[in-house]
């Protein structure tokens, strides 16, 4: 069993900076990847920021403005220069080996979202 918790975001003025974490923990588990997602009201799912490594990739939207960052099992999204725009249910993504009785299976999990709000 893995869970991801998500903490930061809220409400901020545009212009404005926030900061998400997401950390992972239950079973043992190697990390493919993780990233953060996105979602307004009505529609899909979009990818914001992932990080496999060192290696990042983040959507051109947010590019020079979003930093994804990870520290061992935990993932943040710094979010600097916010806009309306922006405003979204944030998800963290976790692709992950689970290791369960010596066998190592693979599945993504999600976090349970967190509100941000940027108002102008």
């Known amino acids: 069993q893995v869970q991801l918790m998500e903490s930061g975001g809220g409400s901020v003025q545009a212009g404005g900076s926030l900061r998400l974490s997401c950390a992972a923990s239950g079973s043992s588990f190697s990390i493919n990847n993780m990233g953060w997602f996105r979602q307004a009201p009505g529609k899909q799912r979009e990818l914001v920021a992932s990080?496999?490594?060192?290696r990042t990739n983040d959507a051109d939207s947010v590019k020079g403005r979003f930093t994804i960052s990870r520290d061992k099992n935990t993932v943040y999204l710094q979010m600097n220069s916010l806009n309306p725009e922006d405003t979204d249910v944030y998800y963290c993504?976790?692709?992950?080996?689970?290791?369960?009785?010596?066998?190592?299976?693979?599945?993504?999990?999600w976090g349970q979202g967190n509100q941000v709000t940027v108002s102008s």
């Open positions: 993504y976790a692709d992950l080996d689970v290791i369960y009785k010596g066998k190592s299976n693979r599945h993504g999990y």
């Open positions: 990080i496999i490594g060192r």
